[in-house]
């Protein structure tokens, strides 16, 4: 999971977290997650793994139509 074990992508956010890819970029549009690390060609953000696994161990909160809460 994650580019080189240093960035997520929307996947692996998805992946995470238990949610569709459409649910994970939802949440990394909220306030509070993390800004992406970077921006690559056709427009993929990532984002670095510590910044969002720290932002999961002390926000990440599922709703109830998340698909694995």
């Known amino acids: 999971m994650g580019l080189k074990g240093k960035l997520y992508?929307?996947?692996d956010l998805?992946?995470?977290l238990g949610v569709t890819r459409q649910r994970a970029?939802?949440?990394s549009r909220r306030k509070g997650f993390p800004d992406p690390f970077d921006e690559w060609p056709g427009g993929l953000a990532v984002w670095s793994?510590?910044?969002v696994n720290e932002w999961r161990r002390t926000s990440w909160r599922?709703?109830?139509?998340?698909?694995?809460s």
């Open 9 to 11: 992508t929307t996947g």
């Open 62 to 68: 599922p709703r109830a139509e998340d698909p694995e």
């Open 14 to 16: 998805a992946d995470l």
């Open 25 to 27: 970029y939802a949440i």
């Open 49 to 51: 793994v510590d910044q």
